[in-house]
C-alpha cells in the first residue's frame, strides 16, 4: 500500500505563488509516475502536471510555463511550484503516483486564489 500525503494548500492573492508538496510512504524511484490533478465543484478532476521516475514531465496547457513539478528523491516528495496564478487555479489539487500498475491517490489540498 503506497500512501500519499499532499501539504502546502491555502489562500492566494491573483498574481501570487505557491507550492504543494506530495510526501510519498515509499521510495519514490519505484513510483512510475507521480501527477497532479485539481478538480473544482460539478467538474471532472482534470490534470495538471506530470513527471516519470526517469525525470521526464509534462504540464497542461492551461499551466504550461507557470508551473514546474521538481522531485526530491531524498525526501520520497513530489512538488508542484506554480506561479502567476489565476483566480480560475482556485481546486482541489491531488497529488497521484503510478506504482507497478496500481493507482493511488492522496487527499486533495485546497487551493483558493482570491483577493
Known amino acids: 500500500q503506497v500512501r500519499l500525503v499532499e501539504s502546502g494548500g491555502g489562500l492566494v492573492q491573483p498574481g501570487g505563488s505557491l507550492r504543494l508538496s506530495c510526501a510519498a510512504s515509499?521510495?519514490?524511484?519505484?513510483?512510475?509516475?507521480m501527477s497532479w490533478f485539481r478538480q473544482t465543484p460539478g467538474k471532472k478532476r482534470e490534470f495538471v502536471a506530470t513527471i516519470t521516475s526517469s525525470g521526464t514531465s509534462n504540464y497542461a496547457d492551461s499551466v504550461k510555463g507557470r508551473c514546474t513539478i521538481p522531485r526530491d528523491n531524498a525526501k520520497n516528495t513530489v512538488y508542484m511550484q506554480m506561479d502567476s496564478l489565476k483566480l480560475e487555479d482556485t481546486a482541489v489539487y491531488y497529488c497521484?503516483?503510478?506504482?507497478?500498475?496500481?493507482?493511488?491517490w492522496g487527499q486533495g489540498t485546497q487551493v483558493t486564489v482570491s483577493s
Open positions: 515509499v521510495s519514490i524511484f519505484i513510483v512510475n509516475v
Open positions: 497521484y503516483g503510478r506504482v507497478s500498475g496500481e493507482s493511488y
